[in-house]
């Protein structure tokens, strides 16, 4: 965990989570104690999980109120029941969205990605369309995300997007992410 470029803590995550095991990631064994090496409140946090070679960052901000040396990952979600459009466009390779493509299918992607950023599945009109043009590579499957998040029906939209802690998430978490070039078209 970082506040900008220094390191506030570190840990291991093998405590059991049964909420974890429960939404299905693994074996349950993903939780985490860490004691901040400085106080948090009212800052903005760096999370990053990494695993395997791979790794993902989550920014979140610490709520004024929190605890002034302890703070919990659960409590860092809490103020923000998801992800903000800002926080996904910043770190557009998060969710490996090519391999989302590949592991759901373009039908099921499609529909998984309209949920995700606007709230609803799409039209039968919609997912013809765009599952045309991702089948047919006009549009890479990060370009797609992009193009969803940043319309004007999303920007007309108040609630955040789903987290990847929501035991519900649409998108598989266990893939590995990371900005790749391959994706950005």
């Known amino acids: 965990m970082s506040v900008g470029d220094t390191i506030v803590a570190e840990a291991r995550a093998c405590l059991f989570r049964p909420d974890l095991l429960r939404a299905g990631y693994g074996h349950g064994h993903y939780g985490f ?16 999980l990494t695993a395997g070679g791979a790794s993902m960052t989550v920014r979140l901000p610490v709520p004024p109120q929190a605890s002034a040396r302890r703070c919990t990952v659960e409590a860092l979600l809490a103020p923000t029941n998801g992800w903000t459009v800002a926080d996904v466009l910043a770190n557009p390779g998060c969710l490996a969205w090519a391999d989302q493509l590949s592991a759901l299918g373009v039908a099921r992607f499609v529909d998984a990605t309209f949920r995700f950023a606007l709230h609803r599945w799409p039209s039968a009109a919609e997912a013809s369309v765009h599952g045309r043009a991702l089948t047919l590579g006009r549009i890479s499957a990060q370009s797609f995300v992009v193009k969803l998040l940043t319309s004007r029906e999303r920007a007309d939209m108040k609630p955040a997007l789903m987290s990847p802690f929501d035991p519900d998430f649409l998108f598989d978490t266990r893939l590995p992410s990371g900005n790749r070039g391959a994706d950005a078209r």
């Open 33 to 48: 104690r860490a004691r901040l090496r400085q106080t948090l409140a009212g800052k903005r946090v760096a999370l990053t």
